[in-house]
């Protein structure tokens, strides 16, 4: 992919080259309707109306809108040069939230746990993309997330569940802006009804000796006496092998956790 900048009035613009793609213009004001790899063709002008002529291969550019040096609009071209080459689509008007939700789920899956990754893409399948899959990222607006969130509280999901659907769209469209898909991000305008916190009933330090006295002499013991000892998570003591293990030295080292995906098992 190549892209160029040069000079536009008083200001710097960059272009990006894309090819020659597949196009109708339109018999009345002559507008170029592009046909997108996988999406429907286009049937009449959005601009007029009018009748579009015959499809034909023409070459395909991208202009930015004006920066003020040189430097930034090389800095801008790079980053969309960037997106383009991790496989995501860096114009707006032709990625949809769901186009563009796939590519930020194979991101993500780089950075979070196999667990959070599963929660992010069960809340997008169930709540976001009923509603917006079929926009495009560049047209969503805080009525269009207003409607997600009353749609999954109207639909039985609890406030603490409804707080996790804005935060998988907030995450969504804010790596959306750090990718220069999008210029805001429109869940920052909407908030959620606050949801109350489970009180934890935590043991007593008698109780936690009784329930290790108990415990001796079965399966539960050890991994009871590391999580009363250390502090650690059900699945961080689950996830123990003997090459965390320093017995010499006293000491264990948490470097993973043993955690259930559904539909994929431990």
Same mark, same amino acid.
Request: glycine share 4%; aromatic share 8%.
């Given at each position: 992919m190549n892209g160029h900048i040069r000079r536009r009035g008083k200001g710097w613009v960059y272009v990006v080259d894309l090819g020659r793609q597949s196009a109708r213009s339109c018999d009345a004001c002559n507008r170029k309707h592009w046909i997108e790899v996988g999406g429907s063709e286009p049937d009449e002008c959005s601009k007029c109306g009018g009748h579009l002529g015959p499809a034909s291969e023409e070459r395909r550019q991208k202009w930015s809108g004006q920066y003020s040096s040189k430097a930034d609009a090389s800095r801008h071209l790079r980053k969309v040069l960037g997106v383009i080459d991790s496989g995501a689509n860096p114009f707006p008007e032709t990625v949809t939230v769901r186009d563009f939700a796939a590519t930020w789920l194979d991101h993500k899956a780089t950075i979070v746990r196999p667990r959070t990754l599963s929660r992010y893409r069960s809340l997008l399948a169930a709540n976001v993309l009923p509603v917006l899959g079929g926009m495009s990222m560049a047209k969503v607006r805080v009525g269009h997330i207003r409607r997600v969130l009353d749609e999954a509280s109207n639909g039985g999901l609890a406030p603490r569940s409804v707080q996790h659907v804005r935060a998988v769209m907030s995450g #969504?469209?804010?790596?959306?802006?750090?990718? =220069? #898909?999008?210029?805001?991000?429109? @869940?920052?305008? @909407? =908030?959620?009804?606050?949801? $109350? $916190?489970?009180e934890l009933e935590v043991p007593t330090a008698a109780q936690a000796i009784a329930l290790l006295e108990e415990s001796k002499g079965t399966v539960w013991h050890t991994p009871m006496l590391l999580a009363v000892a250390t502090g650690a998570r059900r699945s961080e003591v689950l996830g123990l092998g003997w090459s965390a293990v320093d017995l010499d030295r006293g000491r264990i080292q948490i470097v993973r956790s043993l955690q259930r995906i559904p539909g994929e098992g431990l």
């Open positions: #969504l469209f804010a790596t959306a802006m750090q990718w =220069e #898909l999008i210029d805001a991000n429109p @869940v920052k305008g @909407v =908030e959620t009804a606050s949801a $109350r $916190r489970p």
